[in-house]
């Protein structure tokens, strides 16, 4: 089973960039989806980005010209690539793998925190 283990958050003034990546081990991800949600306080999880198997990325509309998703397979890493940072992108980050059969993620990391403060 594979495991996901989310790293590059932090603190991170308006207007500015971070890069989160997501390291896969127990499988390697080329077969699978990968996404990122994340959850700010008091609020639903909310789904922002996805990497299908051949490279197909999507994105919600908060985050779509701003938020870049990419994949290593190779390196079995997943990136988010996060540009002009408003204060709304304050939340936990969470990574998720799904098999390409499968509606629903079935594997998510334990998150990592993003804050944009001035």
């Known amino acids: 089973q594979v495991r996901i283990l989310e790293s590059g958050g932090g603190l991170v003034q308006p207007g500015g960039s971070l890069r989160l990546s997501c390291a896969a081990s127990?499988?390697?991800?080329?077969?699978?989806?990968m996404g990122w949600y994340r959850q700010a306080p008091g609020e639903q999880r909310e789904w922002i980005s996805a990497i299908s198997t051949p490279g197909t990325k999507n994105y919600a509309d908060s985050v779509k010209h701003r938020f870049a998703i990419s994949r290593d397979n190779a390196r079995n890493i997943v990136y988010l690539q996060m540009n002009d940072l408003k204060p709304e992108d304050t939340a936990v980050y969470y990574c998720?793998?799904?098999?390409?059969?499968?509606?629903?993620?079935?594997?998510w990391g334990q998150g990592t925190q993003v804050t944009v403060s001035s």
């Open positions: 998720v793998t799904r098999r390409q059969t499968m509606a629903q993620y079935e594997c």
């Open positions: 127990g499988s390697n991800i080329s077969s699978l989806v």
